[in-house]
């Protein structure tokens, strides 16, 4: 019976927010596979997620790398053969301190390639297995750093570059995608992960819930939107 359910991919969720996303995604029916660029912490984190009785599995994948993204592609094809849910939540967050006129551009270059090139090939790679099924649900978990207003503040100018160029290729790919797939970005608010500090007001339980709805929208659902808790977000 299990392999009528839908399979899900969450990037990244070897910790803070994917980590939840996919504990959450098993509880509500969906074999789920963790991805991790690190093979001992994903495999762990799996682990702890099928000791509690949840049917997650591990995969290992550097987004940096596209090597990487293809192996864990074909070793998706082989065990489960399909693909319904991908979230790219993998991310780093690497100027909070910086200028960005001043900062090495090595800082934007690293931020650029996980969190928008990532996301470009991760997607590329991913939905010739969405495509086989014409169905999928992609979100892109995005910030609101990343609306055009925010570009006129100083600081943080790589993540928000990088923020806002993951919404464009939402767009760009919601207009190209044909089929019953839909791709959505998504702001998890300021949440309590290793990325967002202990001061943050939002636990990853609480992100991961303002999330998951786009992981079940119908055919009549969005396409190309940028959502906070719901609520679409004007960028
Ligand atoms: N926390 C917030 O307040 C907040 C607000 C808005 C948006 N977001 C977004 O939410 C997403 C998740 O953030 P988080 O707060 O959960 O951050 P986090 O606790 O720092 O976790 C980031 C995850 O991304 C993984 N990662 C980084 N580079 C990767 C790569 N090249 N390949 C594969 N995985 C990689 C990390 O793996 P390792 O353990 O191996 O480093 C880790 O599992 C990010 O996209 C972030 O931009 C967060």
Redesign the pocket.
Known sequence: MSHNKQVALV????????FELVKQLALNGFRVILA???LE?GYEAAQRLEQSGLDVTFVQ????DQDSIRQASLTVNETFGRLDVLIN?????LDENELFMTMDPSILEKTMS??FF?VYHVIRTFIPLMKKRSFGRIIN?S?EYGVMNEMSERGVGAYKLSKLALNALTRLAAAEIQGDIKINAV?????S????GPA?PRT?KQAAESILWLATIGPEGPQGGFFRDGKAIDW
């Open positions: 990037t990244g969720a070897n910790r803070g927010i994917g991790s660029r690190d912490k994948m550097d987004v940096d939540n993998a991310g780093v967050y996980t969190n990532g978990i910030s702001c998890p608010g300021w949440v992960s290793d990325m967002g943050a990853p």
